[in-house]
């Protein structure tokens, strides 16, 4: 029931503020998430990355013109928190990604665009950069904005990439018995709170 009232006055304020630009900031929670998924040629393996509360601010525009919502802002995650359940993939991770020399990896979502929306659920599409061992890319992602109540969402969406988009190798173990494919996806769940809402 509480869902359903504070999804309601979402739609309430969408109706009221219908010509106005809005700028609804979110806060990025230490309950932030991102995950890495690859192959190897003998098996799979996953990355977890438990993201460190700080700074980080998603924004979301209303365009009164468009009547639709935008998504921008940017996350910055450590790469030394990143956990392969596997000490030495691990280092060779880390080491793969010269974390020493870039110890963050950026996901900046540039415009990410309301396509769809349905229930607690707005769906969006766009680009994001992501930028790791000083090398940037643009992908174009499908990503949803779950609303769970007045206060808290979580955005989602999922990337397949190559290390060799930002100029890397892929890591190897035993000699070059084991080869991580070149090919990984990185799928992430950001837990964000309201902190404020501006109109022009």
């Known amino acids: 029931m509480r869902l359903f009232v504070s999804f309601s006055l979402i739609i309430l304020s ?31 393996f996953q990355c977890g990355s438990a993201y460190e509360s700080g700074s980080d601010m998603i924004r979301e525009l209303w365009d009164p013109y468009s009547e639709k919502w935008e998504i921008h802002g940017s996350v910055f995650i450590e790469v030394e928190t ?19 020399k870039y110890p963050e990896i950026q996901i900046e979502f540039l415009n990410l665009k309301e396509v769809q929306l349905h229930e607690n659920t707005r769906k969006a599409q766009g680009y994001v950069k992501i ?10 992602i499908s990503s949803e904005l ?11 969406g999922e990337q397949v990439f190559r290390f060799s988009d930002f100029g890397l190798e892929p890591p190897q173990k035993g000699f070059g018995l084991v080869k991580v494919n070149d090919e990984i996806e990185v799928s ?13």
Request: aromatic share 12%; hydrophobic share 35%.
């Open 14 to 44: 969408l109706t009221v503020f219908a010509n106005k630009e809005i700028t609804r900031f979110w806060h990025v929670t230490g309950a932030s998430s991102l995950q890495i998924n690859g192959t190897t040629n003998v098996n799979t």
């Open 82 to 100: 990143f956990d392969c359940r596997n000490r030495i993939m691990n280092n060779d991770f880390r080491n793969t990604l010269k974390h020493d």
């Open 188 to 200: 992430f769940d950001l837990i964000l709170e309201q902190t404020s809402l501006t109109e022009n």
């Open 146 to 156: 779950e609303f769970l109540d007045d206060q808290y969402s979580i955005l989602r």
């Open 131 to 140: 930028t790791l061992a000083g090398k940037s890319h643009k992908y174009f």
